[in-house]
């Protein structure tokens, strides 16, 4: 059994006057029957043994021999009596706990929902709204918990196992429990726990056998439930760290950090890093990409960078994005606040001469602010191969504009000393190219700016050390004043190239990334992520902004915020951003995001126009079936009754007694038959115009299902037969009476048509999880898989051997009635042949104390 403490009621922790709040404790299970009420009390002997005041305020023991015998011995507080739709209803009596005030109470079922109406009991709707009235009145409490009625599972649960979970309970509720500790039995534990009849009555085991309790969903569950106290046990230990200012990495468990640049290696180091991470057992794989600040990366692929994201999350991890303008510390503060023990990256890309001009890259600056962190440089086959990443605001970077200057000045002073101890074996000329090599040199590294500098230090130089007079700045020879002019110039002129080539390539590396950028946009929309939400929250991520918000209609220039960006996203939108200062170079990209701003509003507003218009169509299409099936369906049994009162009245014919009876049994079923379908076609327009008036109240099937057999008035001459299975068993439905046996009505009698004479229809009930489902099952043809959802279509007689039969309304009418009282209608393979038509209604039995 897993236990973790959490944190102290608000009230406690926030140092308010008043008495002590509760202490909560929580039994989580991962499904009914691992013994969570069993550990509770168990729980509540120990706490008595040591002469605490224990009450047991409410416990369900579900008529368990062994939970019922364990109740023995302890305090145990009589339930209130609720009255709730002719049935009567066993709940926690608050007002007589919160007047008794023990120290320790004991509450069953933290998520389940209080009968409506309930006075000094259920003042709450739900169970755990009154535990907080308990805790508040200073009062510790146990309860118990099963994991599929955590909110935050209860959907996924629920598309595991095929129950949907109704009665649910906040994560943060349970978060703050002092105590959670889990009750943990293995699948095939359970599993004969439940046959050996120790959960569920004996009716009930082979259906939860069947189905909620499959070994699969029992392992799913247990996970779900182990990995949610995981998460956790990990918020309290990262509230520990903080509350007691530890920032060194603990290594509780493997956290692998890798770092993308949306570059090719990406995909290398990730499977690098998942293969770490899963080298120990509970590893979490964490993908972090940085974008700076400053807006638009060039070099980085956004297609990538999709690509990448999702490899990460196929292998089991989580993708991140996060802004930084210095990149090797945003890595190494997001794998701190992560707890990471590893991170990964990808060696430089960056050729020699690269990091010899700009210094120490990223991978290294990493390893120097790491501290307790490992770090990996994992070689690819782009290391090496790469280009500098072009500065967006500058032409260089701030470290060679600082050193370019500094170089200017330096280099032509050591090289005149070099030149110097070679002074007679290079004539003047030698001397000067040699100096326009520095020149050039001091160019590559600072622009066109230090290579003036460098030229004039150069110029100055040579006309003092190497042109006669040495040793004084003046020329004696015509010649070397034309020959220091032309080298000046020449300087100049080559510093000039050099540095517009390096301005060229870096504009060609920024259009490469705005059309890199504008590319993964445009594929974005192509795959469809083209919401109004996604896109902004792209153009917030691409150029490093605060917010961006969307305004309906045009914004004038002074309505704004101060600090907000105002941008044209169409005719009736417009794009807000706040933060940085955009150059102009970057509003034309914010431009294009604009513009599919304003195409996704453009579409939002036109979906939203056919969304009111479909009603319309659909409205349409209704009436056109409706208008063809009248034009036979109604007309036959109306010529029918027709007929026979035309014969009754005629006075040419002598009718006898019996001929007088038989005609009018022919007008009776005519009209009996022409009332069904009037009666169809009233409700299916109720339903569709949400005007049906329900009346649900508890009802046993073993009453609703004869009703609905005897309106069928079934020929079993003609060999149609029901076999009806034992009733008694199943619980209770909440349902409207009147409507499932119209629904029950539809069902058998299809399933008669479509059986042959010596088949009979199978119609069985069972419980499961709070739901009773109905089965018709008949041994007809069946229908096709891809056909099945096409049944329950509107005047649709798929496959019907009789077109005349009606107008195809009954599955229809039958799925909208079984919805409206809350349940679902969807067809099944019957073993062996045919259709089976399952009705799953929620279940309204009394709990086992009721009074």
Known sequence: ???????????????????????????????????????????????????????????????????????????????????????????????????????????????????????????????????????????????????????????????????????????????????????????????????????????????????????????????????????????????????????????????????????????????????????SAGGELLAVHVTRSDGLAAGVSHAALAAQRALVEGLGGSYHQIVGDEVPTALVDFATAENATQLVLGTSRRGRLDRFLTGRGIGETVVELSADIDVHMVTHERAGRGRLLPSRRRTLPPSRLVAGPIAALLLPVLFSLVLDRMRGSLNLTSEALLFLVVVVGVACIGGVTSALIAALTAALLLNYWFMPPIGAFNMSEPDSVLALVVFAGVAAIVAAVVDRSLRLSRRAARATGEAET??????????????????????????????????????????????????????????????????????????????????????????????????????????????????????????????????????????????????????????????????????????????????????????????????????????????????????????DPPLLERVLANLVGNAVRHSPGDRPVLVSASALAGRVEVRVADRGPGIDAADRERVFEPFQRLGDRDNTAGLGLGLALSRGLTEAMGGTLSPEDTPGGGLTMVVSLPAAEPLPQQL
């Open 1 to 279: 059994m897993a236990v973790v403490e959490g944190t102290l009621p608000a009230d406690r922790a926030a140092g308010r006057p008043g008495p002590r709040p509760g202490r909560l404790k929580v039994f989580l299970g991962a499904a009914p029957g691992v013994g969570k009420t069993y550990r509770m009390l168990d729980e509540a002997h120990r706490r008595v043994s040591r002469g605490t005041d224990v009450v047991a305020g409410f416990v369900d023991c579900r008529r368990r021999p062994h939970t019922e015998a364990r109740l023995r011995g302890l305090e145990v507080l009589p339930p209130a009596g609720v009255e709730y739709r002719a049935g009567r209803y066993a709940e926690p009596d608050l007002e007589a706990l919160l007047a008794r005030r023990p120290q320790v109470v004991l509450i069953d079922e933290l998520a389940h929902t209080n009968v409506p109406g309930a006075e000094g009991a259920g003042r709450n709707a739900k169970r755990w709204q009154d535990v907080e009235v308990i805790l508040a009145a200073g009062i510790d409490v146990l309860t118990t918990l099963n994991v599929q009625h955590l909110a935050s599972l209860s959907d996924v649960v629920g598309k595991i196992t095929g129950v949907p979970q109704r009665e649910t309970v906040p994560d943060e509720f349970v978060r703050r429990a002092h105590e959670i500790e889990l009750v943990d039995i293995p699948p095939e534990g359970l599993r004969r726990r439940m046959a050996h009849g120790n959960i569920y009555p004996p009716e009930r085991i082979d259906a939860s056998l069947a189905h909620y309790f499959r070994q699969g969903n029992l392992i799913a569950l247990r996970e779900l439930a182990l990995l949610w106290l995981a998460g956790r046990v990990d918020e309290a230990l990262q509230r520990y760290r903080s509350d007691h200012g530890i920032g060194g990495v603990w290594e509780t468990r493997e956290r692998v950090v890798v770092a993308l640049t949306g570059g090719p290696e990406g995909d290398t180091l990730i499977r690098r890093a998942a293969r770490i991470a899963g080298r």
């Open 518 to 735: 504008l590319s993964s946009l445009a594929g974005s929309i192509v795959r469809g992520d083209a919401t109004i939400p996604a896109l902004l929250e792209r153009t917030k991520e691409t150029f490093g902004m605060e917010s961006v918000e969307l305004a309906s209609g045009p914004v004038g220039a002074g309505s704004g915020p101060a600090a907000a960006l105002v941008v044209a996203a169409g005719p009736e939108a417009t794009l807000v951003l706040r933060g940085r200062p955009l150059p102009s170079s970057d509003r034309r990209v914010l431009a294009a995001f604009a513009a599919h701003v304003g195409a996704a509003v453009e579409k939002a507003r036109l979906a939203e126009v056919a969304a009111e218009v479909e009603p319309m169509k659909a409205a349409d299409r209704l009436r056109t079936a409706l208008l063809r099936a009248v034009s036979h369906d109604l007309r036959t049994p109306l010529a029918g009754a027709l007929a026979a009162v035309n014969s009754l009245r005629s006075t040419e014919v002598e009718f006898s007694a019996e001929d007088r009876a038989e005609l009018l049994a022919s007008a009776e079923a005519s009209l009996l038959r022409l009332h069904r379908l009037v009666e169809n076609l009233l409700d299916l327009s109720r339903l569709q115009a949400g005007a049906l008036t329900l009346e649900l109240r508890p009802a046993a099937l073993e009453e609703v299902l004869p009703a609905a057999l005897d309106s069928l008035d079934l020929d079993t001459t003609a060999g149609a037969r029901v076999d009806v299975q034992p009733l008694e068993a199943a619980p209770a439905v909440l349902v």
